[in-house]
């Protein structure tokens, strides 16, 4: 079966080799080494499956930022589901979430000892799970402004009495404040997510880039999305120059989805919340209004929650380098546990959970492991 055109025309490899090309000279002409973050996990996934990570000028150092859901769900709201999961509620999660520690538990660790923790795989699916039952279920809502749209559709699609949301959802460009103005950054230039821009916009980066001088495009997730994004981000970092450009435009528009984003804000405000390892984060945590108190498992099951005992934190969580990574600061390999004790099949930290997790990735590629060698960081050829 032929593949189809788009899909060729995104992996055109002399297209790749020109746009590689055009970031060597860009990096020739700035004469010193650069660092850019992308927020995003798909972006990593992306870079390390189609090798690209091999294929950047050795002085551009592109890390990876607090772009992935499960990586900044923080410890405290997995334990809050754990504890009425053991209580006997009902609780409904996205599967990546499944094996992420809390302090001392994760939802597997809890399922496995009897609590009632099932996996779904859409937020309508637990309407549809409520609906069947009259006991209460409670749906554990993670992820990023992209599937908060999601459980705000649910929840404003009369979604029936028994069913309970409890919102870890995040929004990104918080975030992304908290990278920029954390103390040692060294970050550039950021490229963002195409995906979430095109709930967002990519407008709604205008202010970031007005208050911190920094560039931000917008990208999709072909190889020729990454190294074109790339590209007009580093040239506009060694031109001094701080703009918005939108290089996902057959996706991504200036203001983006106005019925997804008003769905968002008419279920979700922003509030204060800590971001696993990274910081808390002013209005970086998507809470459920007032109006919907009715459906929030954190009111309905206030008394439940207060009662829980706080968990006592795993001895070796405390050497995670998981916020240190997130905030750009630090690599997979500078943590001590990476590949060793912390391995995606006994992971320590969240960012060795998830498929969109950096350590995750840098493990299952082989990247990382020839750096000390080469004194490049992920640089090695994914294995
Ligand atoms: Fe955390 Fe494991 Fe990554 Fe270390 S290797 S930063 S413990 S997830």
Not at 87 to 106: K, W
Not at 327 to 348: K, W, Y
Request: aromatic content about 6%.
């Amino acid at each position: 079966m032929k593949e189809p055109l788009a899909k060729l025309e995104f992996r055109d490899v002399a297209r790749g080799r020109a746009l590689q090309a055009r970031l060597e000279r860009a990096m020739e002409r700035a004469g010193r080494a650069v660092t850019v973050m992308h927020v995003c996990g798909s972006h990593e996934q992306a870079i390390a499956r189609y090798g690209l990570r091999a294929r950047f000028p050795a002085d551009l150092r592109v890390q990876m930022g607090p772009g992935c859901p499960v990586c900044v769900t923080d410890a405290p709201e997995i334990d809050a589901c754990v504890a009425l999961a053991t209580r006997g509620v009902r609780v409904l999660t996205y599967g990546d979430m499944l094996r992420v520690p809390g302090r001392a538990r994760s939802l597997d660790d809890a399922r496995a000892a009897g609590a009632r923790v099932e996996v779904i795989y859409a937020a309508t699916q637990a309407a549809e799970i409520a609906r069947a039952t009259e006991e209460p279920v409670v749906f554990f809502a993670t992820g990023f402004e992209t599937t908060a749209v999601a459980t705000a559709a649910v929840l404003l699609a009369e979604p029936p009495a028994n069913l309970f949301v409890l919102s870890a959802h995040k929004w990104v460009p918080a975030a992304m404040d908290v990278v920029a103005s954390s103390e040692g950054s060294a970050i550039e230039g950021y490229l963002a997510a195409g995906h979430a821009a095109t709930i967002t916009g990519c407008g709604v980066f205008e202010p970031f880039v007005s208050r911190y001088r920094r560039p931000v495009v917008v990208a999709g997730f072909e190889p020729l999305d990454i190294l074109s994004g790339l590209v007009l981000l580093v040239e506009q970092v060694i031109e001094g120059k701080a703009e918005v450009v939108n290089a996902f435009p057959r996706c991504v528009s200036r203001d983006g989805n106005r019925r997804a984003l008003d769905a968002l804000w008419r279920v979700f405000e922003p509030g204060d919340g800590d971001w696993r390892g990274i910081a808390r984060v002013p209005s970086g945590d998507l809470r459920l209004r007032p109006q919907l108190a009715a459906h929030d498992a954190s009111v309905r099951f206030a008394a439940e929650l207060d009662a829980a005992p706080t968990p006592v934190a795993r001895a070796d969580a405390a050497e995670c380098r998981c916020g240190g990574i997130m905030t750009g600061l630090l690599q997979p390999t500078d943590c001590r546990l990476f590949g060793t004790s912390c391995r995606p099949d006994a992971p320590v930290g969240a960012c060795m959970v998830s498929t969109e997790g950096v350590c995750r990735i840098w493990h299952e590629h082989g990247l990382g492991r020839a750096s000390a060698a080469e004194g490049r960081e992920g640089s090695r050829e994914p294995t």
